[in-house]
């Protein structure tokens, strides 16, 4: 393989993972935001209060995103698979 074939490899290796980690993570931002401002406005300072409500959300968005997830990542790894069948030593 050349240098330049697994640079192509690698910039599309994290590019499916930043796909795939992105909206999870999105999801856990903003969920994480929102509960903060509630915390600060009542001046909550429980760690549960912030940690059960993102593990909620971020449990809904897998669930509701996990089809297109693994359809992702199965369809990279299918591409992997195809390209290492192509290496010619």
Do not use: C
């Not at 409500?53 to 449990?59: D, E, Q, S, T, V």
């Amino acid at each position: 393989m050349t240098p330049e074939a697994v640079l192509d490899v690698m910039n599309r290796m994290m590019w499916v993972a930043l796909e795939v980690a992105g909206p999870l993570l999105g999801v856990g931002i903003v969920v994480g935001l929102v509960v903060g401002v509630i915390q600060a406005a009542t001046q909550l300072s429980d760690s549960a209060i912030g940690f059960v409500p993102k593990l909620l959300a971020m449990g809904v968005a897998l669930v509701a995103m996990g089809g297109w997830l693994l359809e992702r990542l199965t369809a990279f790894g299918r591409e992997m698979f195809a390209a290492i069948a192509n290496i010619h030593s």
